[in-house]
């Protein structure tokens, strides 16, 4: 069985600039969720979707980011405009019936 | 607030026991999970606890107590390949499929 994948595994872009990073959950997940970790600190929620709805988004940042996950299957994860705040890891992870949560290897987003 | 304590940095050595710690102070409790990482690798589920007691899977054991807010990781017979970052998360709410709080982590270092 397939894991989660994420792409791409980098990312380098400029201030200003759009970046939409895309996870595929393992399938037959309901659960998808985007967490991110910034140089130093811990991995933080970002927001859940249980198929195609947004179950919980309080961890999202601010409006220039953007969720989607059409059809209940992979998500994206789109920031515009960029800022170099932005600059982390970014994980998904998904779950079936909300226990353990599979994780998929990160996309490192760097902003210049 | 929620907040999740584990020390940043421990080094053993091969064939050797290490037990990481991990504290927690959160609005609610609804299990604590541990998690493996290798530098650019997807976190990996290694444990999970929700009644206070001792978990035992192999060569990882991990130990609830929730009247004090504390939970740790033992690693016996330790291998070169247990050197990661170990992560202890916690589920705040009662609600299947609620988000993980994460701490820091610990990276351990094991050397021959």
């Known amino acids: 069985e397939a894991g989660v994948t994420q792409f791409p595994s980098h990312s380098v872009i400029e201030k200003g600039q759009t970046v939409t990073l895309r996870c595929d959950p393992i399938s037959g997940h309901d659960n998808l969720y985007w967490y991110r970790r910034v140089m130093g600190k811990e991995i933080k929620f970002l927001l859940h979707?249980?198929?195609?709805?947004?179950?919980?988004e309080s961890g999202m940042p601010n409006n220039r980011f953007l969720a989607e996950r059409t059809g209940g299957t992979y998500s994206t994860l789109k920031v515009q405009p960029a800022e170099l705040e932005d600059s982390g890891v970014y994980f998904c992870?998904?779950?079936?019936?909300?226990?353990?949560?599979?994780f998929g290897p990160g996309t490192r987003l760097t902003v210049l | 607030g929620q907040n999740i304590d584990q020390p940043t940095e421990m080094t053993a050595t091969e064939g050797a026991i290490v037990q990481i710690n991990c504290t927690y102070q959160t609005s609610g409790f609804n299990g604590l999970f541990w998690y493996q990482q290798h530098a650019g690798e997807a976190p990996t589920f290694l444990s999970y606890?929700?009644?206070?007691g001792l978990e035992e899977k192999g060569r990882f054991s991990s130990f609830l107590s929730r009247s004090k807010g504390y939970s740790y990781l033992l690693l016996k017979e330790l291998q070169m390949k247990d050197s990661a970052s170990y992560l202890c998360a916690v589920r705040d709410r009662w609600q299947a499929g609620t988000a993980l709080i994460f701490g820091k982590g610990t990276t351990l270092s094991v050397s021959s």
């Open positions: 992870a998904s779950s079936n019936r909300g226990d353990e949560q599979f």
């Open positions: 606890n929700v009644l206070d």
């Open positions: 979707f249980v198929k195609e709805s947004k179950q919980d």
